[in-house]
């Protein structure tokens, strides 16, 4: 820059239009909005799985269930917060989520390795490879969602916000797809579904930073 | 008037609607702020680029502060963006002189140390520092900062890198 920084600020000052601050509540709004897509795209163009009233009395599926939609909640919080900066601001809670979703997983492992005959029969690759496209595919709507916020914003971590919005579509795109999804046991939620989440934190690392750089 | 949190936060709101006058004396009294910010840690020679950059980020990120949180600590943030984006850039220098005037309001001592440039570099292992401080912020050779602190130059060069990257990680931690 040559110019003077006195003519830079009289510039500024005659490009000065009002500006609506941006608010949490509309960050949130953008995230339930595309949660609820996810999950209207699952009733309408995937179908709910039949069995879904007693899928609702299974544990694994709850549990399961429960945890991606609070990973989904604690990352979307997250990734609001971070498009306005703020020395002072941590924005860890969403590690705390996906540490206690990351118990899927390990326990996923533990069981196929006490079982693997029946369990991992169960699990078959294809429809596990089935769970993770939908749900990445569903993702892409949070995903979309949060980017444009993040665009809208001034996040300081770029790389940190393109990982949690990852984690945030995965978490939203595999809790919808739960609905669809029939399988209720362990291995296969464990190991498929978390896989889902992983690749879109991956996605989301490599892609969302270039997007929201300013 | 004094830089004060409090002048600076109504002058902002004001400037969210659209009050020209107040947005004027806010980048002014920005400006002045920025200069001693970045006083210690900017070689001169980048010190009006990257005051001219932090306002111009402000400009365009107008909408992201929060009338219900503080100021500074939202222009901080913005600022140390830059600066780490800088640091990024710049690997030589010709200057290496500092300003000798670079003080904070008493009555904000405790708030200026805690969103500080100092306090951000002080979490950086002191090797990556010290060459993210030789090379890019003294304007040494990649080659004089290894000779001066017994690094090879691989090393001063990955401790760059990695001190960069972290303080990119660290921006909004006080």
């Not at chain 1, 294809?126 to 916020?149: E, H, K, P, R, V």
Request: one cysteine or more; hydrophobic letters at 50%.
């Amino acid at each position: 820059m040559t110019q003077s920084t006195d003519s830079l600020i009289a510039q500024l000052v005659d490009g000065l239009e009002p500006v609506r601050p941006m608010r949490a509540s509309e960050g949130f709004a953008v995230a339930f909005a595309a949660l609820g897509l996810s999950l209207a795209a699952v009733v309408l163009i995937a179908d709910v799985r039949p069995d879904v009233i007693s899928a609702l009395q299974q544990p694994v599926f709850l549990l399961s269930a429960g945890l991606f939609l609070l990973l989904g909640l604690a990352s979307s919080a997250a990734v609001v917060a971070m498009a306005r900066p703020q020395v002072g601001s941590e924005h860890s809670g969403w590690i705390w989520a996906a540490a206690m979703a990351a118990l899927l997983p390990v326990a996923a492992v533990i069981v196929a390795l006490a079982d693997t005959s029946a369990v991992l029969a169960r699990s078959a690759a294809i429809s596990g490879s089935d769970c993770l496209l939908a749900a990445s595919g569903l993702g892409l709507l949070t995903f979309a969602a949060l980017t444009w916020w993040l665009r809208r914003g001034a996040p300081t971590s770029p790389d940190r916000a393109g990982l949690v919005t990852g984690i945030a579509a995965g978490s939203f795109g595999i809790f919808a797809y739960s609905f669809n999804c029939t399988y209720s046991d362990i291995v296969h939620i464990g190991l498929w579904h978390s896989a889902a989440v992983a690749t879109c934190a991956m996605i989301g690392r490599l892609v969302v930073p270039h997007l929201i750089r300013w | 008037m004094k830089a004060d949190e409090v002048s600076l936060s109504r002058l902002m709101t004001m400037a969210q609607g659209g009050d020209r006058q107040a947005y004027g004396t806010l980048l002014t009294e920005c400006q002045r702020w920025l200069r001693s910010y970045f006083g210690r840690r900017v070689p001169p020679a980048v010190l009006d680029d990257l005051v001219q950059e932090t306002l111009l980020a402000l400009h365009q990120k107008l909408a992201t502060w929060d009338a219900t949180r503080p100021f500074l600590p939202w222009l901080a943030a913005i600022a140390r963006y830059r600066w780490v984006d800088q640091l990024r850039r710049i690997y030589r220098r010709q200057e290496s002189e500092l300003p000798e005037t670079l003080t904070s309001p008493d009555e904000e001592e405790a708030v200026a140390a805690r969103i500080s440039l100092e306090s951000l570099f002080s979490r950086l292992p002191r090797r990556q520092a010290r060459a993210i401080e030789l090379v890019k912020i003294e304007g040494l050779s990649v080659a004089e900062a290894a000779e001066l602190t017994g690094q090879s130059e691989s090393l001063i060069k990955v401790n760059i890198h990695r001190g960069v990257r972290k303080l990119t990680a660290m921006i909004e931690k006080a």
